[in-house]
Each structure stands twice: as C-alpha cells, then as structure tokens.
T-cell receptor
Framework: DADVTQTPRNRITKTGKRIMLECSQTKGHDRMYWYRQDPGLGLRLIYYSFDVKDINKGEISDGYSVSRQAQAKFSLSLESAIPNQTALYFC?????????????FGQGTRLTVV | RKEVEQDPGPFNVPEGATVAFNCTYSNSASQSFFWYRQDCRKEPKLLMSVYSSGNEDGRFTAQLNRASQYISLLIRDSKLSDSATYLCAVEAGGFKTIFGAGTRLFVKA
C-alpha cells in the first residue's frame, strides 16, 4: 500500500460544483502539501501545513481551501470548480525532524472540470 | 521572475551520452536543494539531494553554486531508462518546497 494515498485518483466534475480531494499518510510526517501540475508549469504549491494547527497559503491558493483534520489527513477543496482548475493534483509529505527534507508524493488526482 | 527556473528542454540524446541540466533559484536564503525524477503520469520521486560540496550517485552528479544561485545535474552514460522529466526543487524561506517546471529527457537507442 502507498504511504501517501490520494482519493479519488480521477474525477470529472462540472463547473460550479464543490469538490474535495483527500490525502492520507502513514509515514508519520508532520508536514503536508498540496501541489497542482500543469504542462509546462511544473508543480505549483497551493497550500501547506506544518502541523494540525498550521495552514499556509502557497503560490496559487485562490479558489482553493484546505483542512488538516489530523496529522495524517490533509484535504483540498474547490468551493466552486472552474475549467482552469483542470490539472493533476499531488499531495506530498515531509518530516521536519530529518534534513534535508525530502518530499514524498501521493500518486496524484487527475481532475477535469467541464 | 519565477522562484525556481530550469532549462526548458526537451533534451534528446543518444544512449551513452552525457547530459547536464541547470536550475536557478531566486531566494538567496534557500537552505536545501533537490533533484526529483518524474516518469510520465507518475508522481515525482527524489533522485538526489544537492549538497554544497556536491554529491555523486553512480552516473549522477549534482552540484550547488550558492554564489550564482544555481544547481546542476549531470548524467553520464545515459540509458534508455533515464528518459523522464527531471525537476529541481528548492526549500525556500518558511520551509516550503518550490519546484521548477521540469526538463524532459529523451534517451534514444
């Protein structure tokens, strides 16, 4: 089983719908991240969290919100999906107790907004 | 200016060739540096960390130049299996990791 699990793996949704992407990890890491990947733009940071009470905006947080329900769970919500949010979304974790802090990624969620 | 910029690629090289990728970063306070490999439709995975003294892992060598704010990855004796996208990553201020856009490498027989 994957150490960082994302659900769903694929999703097609309509413009204006609310959608939640979930991420859970069994690595015991304190830091969790959400990235989106678009062709030619690489991975862009949406939100990150260093513990349950800590949430930070990344490069492109507009239109997204997150919730860190527990150390092992970090969900990403699109309150009202729009077509330019069509992308591959990755959750990642890292451990602040080790350094340098390698990021471990989930398998990704391919989201299409029509 | 993007925080992390990479050679746009793609790089098309024959088997056995040596290929080098460069990556520049804008935040001089950056502390940690990495190269990740991403296969098509897969998640990125760490290839190697980059240390000030440089480091080598088999056919792969990574170097850091803090004065010029760039990191490099050298792949010697390229294999078909090296075909992938290579992402540089920088742990910037606030301990968040920022990635470059990636450089695609195609190794041909």
């Amino acid at each position: 089983d994957a150490d960082v699990t994302q659900t769903p793996r694929n999703r097609i949704t309509k413009t204006g719908k609310r959608i939640m992407l979930e991420c859970s990890q069994t690595k015991g890491h304190d830091r969790m991240y959400w990235y989106r990947q678009d062709p030619g733009l690489g991975l862009r940071l949406i939100y990150y969290s260093f513990d349950v009470k800590d949430i930070n905006k990344g490069e492109i947080s507009d239109g997204y919100s997150v919730s860190r329900q527990a150390q092992a769970k970090f969900s990403l919500s699109l309150e009202s999906a729009i077509p330019n949010q069509t992308a591959l979304y990755f959750c990642a974790t890292s451990d602040s107790r080790t350094g340098p802090t390698e990021a471990f990624f989930g398998q990704g969620t391919r989201l299409t907004v029509v | 200016r993007k925080e992390v910029e990479q050679d746009p690629g793609p790089f098309n090289v024959p088997e056995g060739a040596t290929v080098a990728f460069n990556c520049t970063y804008s935040n001089s306070a950056s502390q940690s540096f990495f190269w990740y490999r991403q296969d098509c439709r897969k998640e990125p995975k760490l290839l190697m960390s980059v240390y000030s003294s440089g480091n080598e892992d088999g056919r792969f060598t990574a170097q850091l130049n803090r004065a010029s704010q760039y990191i490099s990855l050298l792949i010697r004796d390229s294999k078909l299996s090296d075909s992938a996208t290579y992402l540089c990553a920088v742990e910037a201020g606030g301990f968040k990791t920022i990635f470059g856009a990636g450089t695609r490498l195609f190794v041909k027989a």
